[in-house]
């Protein structure tokens, strides 16, 4: 039976439009790094680590075989702007950049990129 291997990995690194910091409260901020992670497991982009700060999110994964990075990054943003606007007026304007950065990653220097 013919199998399939991919393990690469991606640093992916996108931020509120003109990098506003909606994100300040900690509390919501952890929640949307919960969720991100979530979205993205359920996209065979397995998390290995997802945080920022106020105004930009970092997201570790293993990259799924079946997906391309930008229906990934445009699914994440997609969904998680709609969350993020649910939680309350505070987040009425909120926006993600248009842009985003994606950075591979060797299996090696998965801990240096996780500090």
């Not at 790094?33 to 996209?43: E, F, M």
């Not at 591979?104 to 990129?113: C, N």
Request: some cysteine; charged content about 25%.
């Amino acid at each position: 039976m013919p199998q399939s291997l991919s393990a690469v990995y991606i640093h992916l690194v996108f931020s509120t439009k003109d990098r506003r910091p909606f994100l300040r409260d900690k509390a919501t901020r952890e929640s949307l790094h919960a969720y991100l992670g979530s979205v993205s497991k359920q996209l065979d982009c397995i998390p290995i680590l997802v945080g920022g700060v106020e105004d930009h999110v970092h997201l570790l994964a293993r990259f799924a075989r079946t997906i391309s990075q930008a229906e990934w990054v445009k699914e994440l943003k997609r969904v998680s702007n709609t969350w993020l606007k649910e939680k309350g007026r505070d987040y009425a304007d909120f926006e993600w950049q248009g842009g985003y950065a994606t950075f591979s990653v060797s299996q090696s220097s998965l801990e240096t990129v996780k500090q």
